[in-house]
């Protein structure tokens, strides 16, 4: 019975090491989080010339460089609560391109009663020019069980550029006073 129970055991170990090595992954890219109410720059959010309200509208966009092969991603106006820390970063699992953003409380600064606009971005090198296929999760430690699948799709980079709207309400006016519009 025991030699049973510890062959089952390593079986189970052995094929978690065999399928952990059948996943190509790549090394983590981290992004940048703004402070509260937005990158100051529109630049850094890829905004276009004339972009209607900041608060308007959760929006994705990425921009593709076609002279370096970087693709540059985007999320403005996501909503979180203002008291915490947040991070992003982007793992490249086979031809999965996975971009998570984290947030949960600081220790030392507690959860606050109040919701604040965030701009996430990050820049991820030796995109090939084609259709790539990505994900977008949110991770709010504190909230949920686990990562939220906030969007799935296919990104063409050789259309240079791009956006999806992620949530189309509209930011309470309190959460972007800080924005630049």
Not at 14 to 19: A, E, M
Not at 123 to 145: N, T
Request: proline share 4%; aromatic share 6%; net charge negative.
């Amino acid at each position: 019975m025991k030699y049973a129970r510890v062959c089952r055991t390593l079986a189970t170990v052995g094929s978690l090491v065999l399928v952990s090595g059948c996943l190509e992954t790549e090394p983590a890219q981290v992004g940048t989080v703004s402070e509260a109410g937005g990158f100051v720059d529109p630049e850094r959010r890829l905004a276009a010339e004339g972009e209607e309200s900041y608060c308007g509208a959760e929006v994705l966009r990425w921009r593709y460089d076609r002279s370096s092969g970087a693709l540059t991603v985007a999320d403005s106006r996501l909503l979180l609560n203002c008291c915490g820390q947040r991070v992003m970063h982007v793992d490249r699992i086979d031809s999965i391109y996975e971009i998570t953003e984290r947030d949960e409380p600081d220790a030392a600064n507690p959860r606050c009663d109040s919701v604040c606009a965030f701009d996430f971005a990050v820049s991820i090198p030796e995109v090939a020019p084609r259709k790539i296929y990505v994900r977008l999760l949110r991770d709010v430690v504190d909230a949920q069980g686990s990562a939220e699948l906030i969007w799935q799709g296919e990104i063409d980079v050789r259309k240079l550029s791009g956006e999806v709207v992620l949530d189309h309400v509209a930011a309470p006016g309190e959460a972007c006073s800080g924005a630049s519009q």
